[in-house]
């Protein structure tokens, strides 16, 4: 999940580095580092902390080196501290590296290399990186197709990266070879971007869009040289390897906060647009009930969607949540049996293979390590087998089609919703659960399980979303954010939900404890009187989502038994609705939807609710800690 970057060209490496890592900081912000090259030297400077605290550790220094390295850190081995932070050098203070991920095998490397005379000054696994470097460089091995006679530096990082297990991506300078950046990447994402005389490597496009926008993704088992003068990749066997850039579709303003406080407020603003997006590319707008193609085009084969008897999920965290909507809308509109497991589980106890399966894999990103391994695990096992019928179908939903998921799965729903910032998700969950609305609805037209008028229902109602969330978010904000005034000092929340909603309720309470810091939980509102009941009293507000539908009366009844232990009551509802008045201590209202749309509009106010509390305590709502927008590692 840490942040990456390098830059190698004319300009001052060291604001390029940090201008790139502020737009990296998102994957982690435990402590910060940089690593640069002048006259022969090897310069590093490290803070403990925010970024910022870099930054100042370098105001005012000049430093016109023309190439370096970067790093922002979210901590697995060592605590966030300054001698953890990266860079990692070896003990000559020659070589240093940056790194996202794990080794693995660290230790035994770690006190084979102390026999040695490394000397260790740290806590990580990185460093062991740097000293096997520069062993190799001290001692290189020289076999057939080595590349060490022409190029020791490069051939030095192909023999370390060799011996080291786990996932990683590195990026390595050394001062005895000052035009050379040496890049790598193993189960963890990093890009090169393409410029005119100066070339870029990052963990993630924000920090290299401001420069360009050809960018190369480096594959698994993949390293590269970038040098003043080109790019060179290689296998880690050492074979030169041939490929060529494409072209990002990409506005660096997409980046920016365009005069909102914080990024998590500007991208809850942002759905209307990304639902109509969504909209605009998958739904045939004028589509009616007489009309002989179908409603919605998502450009998938045929014989990926024909013939299915049952859909498994696998996702972690807020797309777990938008895939227990799709879940629902799955069977309830297509009659498909669905299941939905956390992808962290699935790839140590999967379940059963079934017979004419389709795969999906959910994951913002693109490079979610649990979710590609699950993926790639289940693509293999059915690949395995003889029987035609348990043969892979595999689908993605990502919001990055560039992403990892992509080349290991062809067959894709962009879920259009731009570059998402803040670590907690907001409209990436949305534009994850309209992905689920057109798959369900797809599926349905296939197999003729939904009546043309009923679909032509559904499709006037989508068409309505974007302007109903718009008067969501204007009419309910500063109400929000007066109510947020009452929970300073509120230590738990319960979120109550059923149906499509209960999803919801999970949500609402994973973004309230993402970055307000308390203690949330969503349960199904028919279970609370099965044991959370017991933690009720005036202390513990409850957020109950009752949207009209066939479970809207025992929203409602659930919601009185927590009122009264005392709880005070907050209804997500819809408006101008009498019994919710009475029932309701405050009233977050949506317009009136049905059911089946619902989870799009009453998501909103859930949103706002835990923004307007982290903010109204004082946190960092863009950067919670502990958490990291990515989760590129086990």
């Known amino acids: 999940m840490c942040g990456i970057v390098g830059y190698i060209g004319t300009r001052s490496a060291s604001d390029i580095l940090m201008e790139g890592l502020r737009k990296l900081e998102y994957r ?59 860079p990692h050098t070896d003990t000559y203070h020659r070589t240093a590296v940056v790194q996202n991920g794990i080794i693995e095998n660290y230790r035994e490397l770690r006190e084979t290399l102390k026999t040695k005379g490394h000397e260790f000054r740290s806590d990580t696994d990185t460093e062991v990186i740097p000293h096997l470097i520069a062993e190799y460089l001290k001692n290189p091995v020289m076999t057939p197709g080595s590349l060490a006679a022409r190029d020791p530096f490069l051939e030095a990082v192909r023999a370390t990266v060799n011996q080291l297990e786990g996932a990683f991506a590195l990026a390595v300078i050394n001062a005895d070879f000052p035009d050379d950046l040496i890049v790598v990447r193993q189960q963890a994402p990093l890009i090169i971007g393409f410029g005119q005389g100066e070339f870029f490597c990052a963990s993630d496009t924000p920090a290299i869009v401001p420069h360009t926008r050809a960018v190369l993704p480096l594959e698994n088992g993949e390293l590269a040289r970038l040098t003043p003068l080109g790019v060179e990749v290689y296998t880690f066997g050492g074979d030169r390897l041939k490929k060529h850039p494409f072209t990002l579709n990409w506005n660096p303003i997409m980046v920016e906060k365009q005069g909102f406080k914080h990024f998590m407020l500007k991208e809850i603003y942002e759905q209307p647009g990304v639902v109509r997006t969504g909209l605009e590319t998958y739904l045939d707008t004028d589509w009616t009930a007489e009309k002989a193609s179908p409603p919605v ?32 809308l799955i069977e309830q509109l297509a009659g498909l049996p669905t299941m939905v497991q956390y992808a962290s589980e699935f790839r140590y106890s999967p379940s059963p293979l079934t017979r004419h399966t389709l795969t999906i894999g959910v994951t913002q990103s693109g490079e979610t390590a649990d979710t590609l391994a699950a993926l790639e695990m289940e693509q293999h096992r059915r690949q395995q087998t003889a029987d035609a019928a348990l043969a892979p179908r595999m689908l993605g939903i990502t ?19 731009g570059i998402e910032i803040g670590v907690a998700a907001t409209k990436t969950f949305t534009a994850q659960v309209m992905a689920f609305y057109f798959l369900a609805l797809d599926l349905a037209y296939r197999r003729g399980t939904v009546s043309r008028d009923r679909m032509a229902d559904i499709l006037e109602g989508l068409r309505q979303l974007p302007a109903q969330i718009e008067l969501v978010l204007e009419s309910q904000e500063r109400y929000i954010e007066d109510l947020a005034h009452s929970f300073g000092e509120t230590r738990d929340f319960i979120y109550l939900g059923r149906g ?64 009264a232990r005392d709880a005070q ?21 949506v317009p009136p939807v049905e059911e089946l749309l619902s989870p799009i509009l009453t998501v909103i106010p859930l949103q706002l609710l835990a923004y307007h509390i982290a903010a109204r305590r004082g946190l960092d709502v863009d950067q919670p800690r502990n958490l990291a927008k990515s989760v590129t590692v086990e």
């Open 500 to 563: 499509i909603n209960f999803p919801i309720a999970l949500e609402g309470a994973l973004k309230l404890k993402e970055i307000s810091y308390i203690h949330a939980e969503g349960y199904p509102a028919g279970e609370m009187k099965h044991g959370p009941i017991a933690l009720l009293d005036a202390k513990v507000p409850v957020v109950a989502i009752a949207m009209p539908g066939s479970v809207y009366e025992k929203v409602l009844s659930n919601a009185q038994e927590a009122k």
């Open 569 to 589: 009551l907050i209804g997500v509802v819809p408006m101008n609705d009498a019994e919710a008045e009475y029932t309701f201590d405050h009233l977050l209202p």
């Open 28 to 86: 982690g912000y435990d402590s910060a580092g940089l690593a640069t090259i002048l006259e022969g030297e090897l310069h590093c400077v490290r803070a403990k902390g925010k970024l910022q605290n870099l930054q100042d550790k370098i105001a005012g220094a000049e430093n016109p080196a023309k190439v370096g390295i970067g790093h922002t850190r979210w901590a697995t081995h060592g605590k966030p501290e300054e001698h953890n932070a990266h």
């Open 399 to 417: 919001n990055r089609a560039e992403s990892s998921l992509s080349r290991l799965i062809p067959q894709i729903i962009d879920t259009q919703a």
């Open 297 to 328: 085009t998502l450009g998938l084969p045929d014989d990926l969607l024909e013939g299915l008897e049952h859909v498994q999920v696998v996702a972690c965290g807020t797309s777990w949540h938008a895939s227990l909507v799709g879940k629902y």
